[in-house]
């Protein structure tokens, strides 16, 4: 269990840092205190269709995890990919060739007052040090309630949402 832990999220991403997935959860325990500004980074067109022709997402659905359709570049951008996931759900993931690699935190704009991921908002945010190394992430915890929201009025104030990614390397 964390007390205080300050972060650097643009540090992190540039010093290519991860969280220690038992060490650090999100929601529940005593808040994460961030330090720097708290910014989404912006993606190039091209940036964006390279990391998506790499990196998936999946997501769990029933007690299993799933690969989702294929996106186009203006969904990446603008749908939240976890919305209408029964729907988009393509190949059940087999887990004997998923490996966890690290977790990171992501901010997600808090456009509509609800928790709405983008593909590009993760994408934009990968450390440089787990591109070459993963092929899909999930978000496995994200603000449920007022009290999540709560937790992180740094976040809030400026208009995002934090999620926990975890990342996975295919063998």
């Not at 038992?22 to 190039?44: R, T, V």
């Not at 887990?95 to 991921?117: A, M, Q, R, T, W």
């Not at 450390?127 to 092929?135: D, G, S, T, Y």
């Amino acid at each position: 269990m964390i007390t205080k832990t300050h972060l650097n999220l643009e540090r992190l991403r540039e010093e290519r840092i991860t969280l220690d997935k038992h060490d650090k959860k999100l929601y529940g325990n005593s808040p994460i205190l961030f330090e720097g500004e708290l910014i989404i980074p912006k993606i190039s067109r091209e940036k964006l269709k390279n990391l998506y022709a790499s990196i998936k997402p999946i997501v769990t659905y029933k007690d299993s995890k799933y690969e989702l359709r294929k996106f186009s570049l203006e969904d990446l951008k603008t749908k939240s990919y976890i919305w209408y996931k029964e729907k988009d759900l393509v190949n059940e993931v087999d887990l004997d060739h998923l490996y966890e690699s690290d977790v990171f935190i992501c901010l997600h704009k808090n456009d509509l007052g609800i928790f709405s991921p983008t593909i590009a908002e993760v994408l934009s945010q990968v450390p440089n040090n787990l591109i070459e190394r993963i092929n899909s992430f999930e978000i496995v915890e994200y603000p449920k309630t007022t009290r999540d929201i709560e937790m992180y009025p740094e976040a809030n104030e400026k208009g995002y949402y934090l999620s926990l990614v975890q990342t996975y390397m295919k063998m």
